[in-house]
Each structure stands twice: as structure tokens, then as C-alpha cells.
């Protein structure tokens, strides 16, 4: 029986949200490979994004679009984003932040924080009626150090296939495009790996190798990792060609191909935002096999409108989001 | 806007996705184990190509996810399936109706892959393609067949209960009819009933799953239904569950059978060697090399075609073509 088991030690278990948008609470339960799927505009970005982001320990707009944000390993690590709004009435702040201002005194750093608050009196003052709309937000975690065991990728599509039109004149005069750029920067990692571990290195060029070659015989282009460099060939001449001369949809799947292997070495959150733009049907097809059999230890979060996606043995690994949100309370 | 899932395996889309792959249709089996099986029953009906997928990377998964878009089987969207007990017991669940009702899902019409790939006559062919000097003899069908008549009408009586809607459990029913591990000796002869336990305890069996007075006639029409639907006194293993069919019942009469054929086997070898003892650890080393690897009965099973000769493949066959 084939079963799929993540295979990692740290792994998201769950993703709870209070007051998505204001109005919805979800509780995600995830497996190995999630595929969320779902209308637009209800929140699938939204969610890859402030994973991403609370993972990095990165406060950003995405997860103050939750109230609470929640991510919950399997190790019973809980991270945590919270958004607190300033429920206090606000003559009383007024009142309590006077008395604080008047009460610091003395050297020169407490006279810059005095000036802080008499400011933030001011704001107060001037926008008593929005007041409640200041948030702060902060993040907590049962554990400090869980960023330091999970690692978390968040590979945007419709960025990367912007990223692979804009070109940009270099230093030395070429034109690249930012996607050019960022597949050398993956490559460059690829080739720290082979500098500092070769028994690593070898398993990684083998699987990468292998599945690169599985995609692109389809487009009769062969590909072979030497040190860590990419180099390609057509199959029917031999001709070598570039990373530039490759189409937006292959530079695309090697740069998904080259992160999936770079991050290989240690559990990794890969989070996908769309990564059916560009691909042929039959890559898409093929793309999550593809990822797991370069990065066996990687816990896959997709957001697709693609079908193509599921089709070959994944159809029991996506979840409306519809199917796991509940009406906020108000 | 579309929901995903009105979309997802949806005719109208499929059709284009079937165009652009140029394909004519995928076929949605339950599990990677499973495609083999189906692409011979596949090609028997359609001529071109039909893309023969899986639902999950655990095969035991699979009919359960599949259950989830039954309405969506179409022309592009052939679903095929075990029928487990959904074919003989059609009003047993909702998803039972409408697996027996949509042209476009496919069934064993026996209780699953199993059935079919390990019917008698496939066995039996099996087995005579296990040869080193003297064949493989043992009336494979009548030993079925007689277990068959053994259990044909307690398994009438679960079904016909499982029919009704009652909620049974499966396992316990299949440990009722489990039979001992049958022993074969010197030129294949049986030496124990396998089935002894189960003919001694058929009544108490039967008494378990007995129906109301009332229910007779229901009862008698029922039966004449599983007769035309191919269930009889002679074919009811076809129709417990495929697993415990072949590890409970077929391999164990198949291990013992290859069993004795490497005694039989090695004995002839011992005679040609003589005293040479090196010579006879050696050739027996080969031999059983040869058996349990180049004519093993697991790699002549799957690469044997009589299966799509069995009458149920050949019903899938006719019902679709």
C-alpha cells in the first residue's frame, strides 16, 4: 500500500484564523500536500501569505487581516499572531497617558519617550472617533527557537511571471530579467551545497536531475548538473542552449525545481501561490510528484484554480476554503 | 463565480482539457495498483486514448475519494471501481445506486480486482506455466467451487440483510468463513478439509443472519437477482471481500501448492546429484531462484491475460462496449 507520511520532524499540523477579513474564522488541518482552492478574493493568498509571513516571525498586512493568526506544529509548538485593537475609552487613555507623560522626567532618553507619548496624546486627540482602529499586533510563540527548525519558502507565480518579462540591464551590459536573476541565485545555493557537502549534493543533482529530464523531454531538452552549474541541451542536436533562451514556463519550473532541491536539507514549509500559470497542462499534472520527489521532507501548501494540479493521484489532497471557514462571530 | 468543484472534472471542462491533452477521457481508478488492471479492460472497449489516472497515493483511500464525485462521471471522466458489495447490494447506500446506475462508472462486477485476477481459470493457467519438469495438478476450480457451495448461502443471507440496510460488520462476517490452511502432499492430493470448521458451524452461521418470516419473499426474489447478477452456489467466492478472498482462501492453497512443488522438484534433483553435495546445494539454490523469482506466481498473475477471458471482465467488456 502506498501511503503518504510526512516524513519530517516539525510540520504544520494546523492553521487557525479568528476574523478573517472581519467575518470568518478557519481551522485547516493539514496533511503532507494541501491544495486550498476556492473563489476569488476569499482569503486562499491571504493565508499562504501570513503563514510565510508568521513562520518568518514577519509582521505584515496580510496577517493583520486575521485577528488572531494561529500555526500549529505537530511538535504542540503554537505561533502566534494576534492583532489587539484599542478597546479602551479614549478619555481615559487620554487621562492615563497624561499622567504617564507628566511623571517621566530627567535624562535624555526619557524625554524622547515623553515627546512619543505626548504625540501619540495628540493623534488621540485629533482622531478620537477612529481611535479603535489602532492595532498593534504582536507575535508569540510557545517556543522561540521554532524558527530555527522550520524553514518556509513562499514561491508566488503571478510575481515570478512578472519577475520573468522585466528585464533589467546589468552591470556588465546584459539584459536579465529578475526571474534570470533569482534562478541564479538558486543556483548559486546549489552550488554552496556541492562546495560544502558532496554526499548531499550528489543525492540532490540525482533527483533534481532525474525529474528535470522527466519534464523537459517533453519540449526535447535534456539538462545535466555539472558543480552545480545547469546546463541544457536540445536532444535532437546536442546544441546547448541558456537559462535566458528558455521560455517564461520552463525558467519557471526550473526555479521551482532548483528551491524545492536547495531546500531539501532541512524541513521546509513550501508555500505555492498559483504555480499552474505558464505550465502546460501535463506539467501541471506532474509538478507536486515533481516537488516531492526532489524534496521528500518538504510539507506542500498550494493555492491553485487548477484541476490539472490534482489530477494524478492528489485528488483526495485539496480543500474548498469554503469547506474550512465558519461564520465569525460578531 | 464558479465553485471549484462544479468545475473540477465537469464535462464542459474536461472536454477541453481532453483536447489540449489530446486524449479522449481519463479513467479514474482508485490506486496506482490499479491502473494495469483497468487499462486491459480499457483497451478491450475503446479504441485511442484514454489517460488512466488515480485518485490518491493511498490506494485504500480511493474509492472513498472517487465516492465524492460519482455525479461528475462522464464520457471524460470514466470512473472504474470495485464493486465491493455495491453491485449485489444496490439499495445498501446511496452511493451503491449510483455506481450501479451511471453508464460512465465502471465496476468488477465481482467483489473487487482481486476477484477477477485470481479467478480459477486464471490460477489454473498460472499454475501450469509453473513448470521445471512435471506440472502443477490440483482441480483449482472444484476446490473454489466447493467452498463456494459451502458459504453460498450464509453469504445470500449477510447480503440480503446488508440489502435491507442493516448495518453489519463486514470482518466479523468474513471470520465466520475463514477456512484452515489446506495441506498438500505428495502429488498434490489434499490431506485435511480446509473447510471442515466452516461446514460445522454453517448453521449457526446462517441462524445469525437470518431473516424475519415476513421477508421471505423478498428473500426468494433477492436470490434470483444475485443468480442473474452471476452469484451461485458455485461462484460465491468471487463475491466475499477480494482481500480476504486472496489471503484468506486462494494463496494460501496456492502456497501450499507451489510448496510441494519444490519439494516434488528438489527431490528429483537429489536423485540426479547423487551424493554430490555441493552439486545438489547448488542446484537447488537455482532452482528455487527460477521459481520463486523468474516464474514467480505473482509476476505470472499480472502479466496473464485469460483474466479479461473471466466472465466477469468480459461482462465489463460487454455492459461498456
Redesign the interface.
Known sequence: MVTVEIKMNTFIDEIRANDLFGKKNIIWKLKSVNVLVGKNGSGKSTILRSINSLLKRDTNEDLKKSRVFNILLNNGISIKHTVNELNTDTDKLIASLSEISKSIRGTQSSSKQKNKIDRLIRDVLENKNSVRDIKISSIESTNDDVHEVINSELISTVNMNANSVMALIGSDGESKTILDMEISAESKKLKDIFNNSNESYLEIKKRLESVLNELFIESRKSIKINNGEIVIQWVDNNGYLTIPNLSSGERQLIYIMLKAANTSLEDTILLMDEPEISLHLSWQEKLIDSITQINPNCQLIIVTHSPAILMKGWMDSFVDIKNIETMADK | ?T???D???SES?LES?CI??GIKG?V?VE??KDISFWRGIIERIYDGDHCI?????????GK???KA?LSKASQFAIFALDSDFDYVCPNNNTYSKEINENPFIFQTLAYSKESICLHHSVIEKCLSDIRVTEPIEFPVESYLSNYSSIIYDALVLFLFRKEKGIILNDDEFHKKIKPDAPSIEHNYSLTNDPFNEIKSNINDIQEFYKYQNEEHLDFLAYKKELIDKGLTNETAVYFINGHFFEDSVAMPLIKALISEFKKTEFNKVKVECGSKTQLISDRKTELFEYIDNVISFDSLVQINTDKYNSPFALDIIKNHG
Open positions: 463565480m465553485e471549484f468543484n468545475y473540477f472534472l471542462y482539457y489540449i491533452k481519463f479514474f490506486g496506482l489516472t488515480y485518485a490518491s497515493k493511498d490506494g485504500t483511500r472513498t475519494v472517487l464525485h
